[in-house]
């Protein structure tokens, strides 16, 4: 059963800064990515339709055998993990909020924490359920920031332009006042894109807490305990899509900092 491939989905390319932390923190492991592009976004549909996508995504993986599921998209983790462990029986299926939220309350001094995500995440209220789970007196900012996908997306990650959008939502956080968040959440796949945009806006006070990092842990902490990690040989990824290989290949590339040939993206239909 180590020998069974990991599988990694999300809603499209953004999932591909998780799977660039799992190949660091799993370098031994073979990998099978699902980008559901011909849906993308989910960040900005309701939860019945982002599940709905989610399971038929989990059915689509159900014949290849995987030993472990990472729901690498903020979005499907926070509405739709219970419709995809069902389809999934047997796999040991990860999402990326609560390993996120975990991270979030060990950088915390103060509790005061803010997380930024997409619409469908922050009025999921996962993440602010995650962190209160296990601190109780956190106090929580949560806020959509949907600009940062798309200007991930167009590789507009810095310059004017980026470090605008990103004053813009931050202001508020960025304030000098004695009760503002001490520690951010990058609650979405993308990001982790515009990490230096970000602390530009933010100053160096700030905490800035990823969930791809942890959730890279968090899978490599589970297989070795369950006694599925693969110990040796060379890592491997296959790459799936419902849509669009030759952009899939362009943007992912950036995603994942290394080339993906359109010719290694192999289109399903979900
Ligand atoms: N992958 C999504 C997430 O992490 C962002 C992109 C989308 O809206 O589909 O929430």
């Not at 989905?9 to 370098?27: H, I, N, Q, W, Y």
């Not at 799936?240 to 993206?265: H, K, M, N, Q, W």
Request: charged fraction near 20%; proline fraction near 5%; aromatic fraction near 4%.
């Amino acid at each position: 059963m180590s020998e069974a491939p990991i599988g990694v989905f999300d809603s499209g390319v953004g999932g591909l800064t998780v799977l660039r932390a799992l190949l660091s923190e799993l370098p031994h492991e073979k990998f099978i990515y699902l980008g559901d592009t011909a849906r993308l976004p989910y960040g900005t549909k309701s939860p019945e339709s982002v599940t709905r996508y989610a399971a038929q995504a989990a059915a689509a993986l159900a014949d290849r055998a995987l030993k472990c599921l990472v729901v690498a998209c903020n979005t499907a983790s926070a509405s739709s993990l219970p419709a995809m462990r069902e389809r999934l029986p047997g796999v040991l299926v990860v999402g990326v909020i609560e390993p996120g939220a975990q991270a979030a309350c060990e950088a915390s001094p103060t509790g005061r924490i803010a997380v930024i995500a997409t619409e469908g995440t922050v009025q999921g209220r996962a993440y602010q359920e995650a962190i209160l789970r296990r601190r109780g007196d956190a106090r929580i900012q949560a806020m959509a920031t949907p600009l940062f996908v798309a200007l991930a997306e167009e590789g507009l990650v810095s310059g004017p332009i980026a470090l605008g959008v990103a004053r813009h939502y931050l202001a508020a956080l960025s304030q000098a006042a004695s009760d503002a968040p001490d520690t951010l959440v990058l609650g979405c796949t993308h990001f982790p894109m515009l990490a230096g945009v970000i602390r530009a806006a933010l100053g160096e006070r700030m905490r800035i807490v990823d969930s791809a990092a942890t959730t890279a842990k968090e899978v490599r902490q589970r297989l070795e305990g369950a006694g599925l990690a693969r110990r040796a040989g060379a890592s491997a990824v296959r790459f799936l899509a419902s849509d669009g290989a030759e952009r899939f290949a362009r943007v992912g590339s950036r995603f994942l900092a290394r080339t993906i040939a359109p010719a290694d993206v192999e289109l399903i239909d979900l």
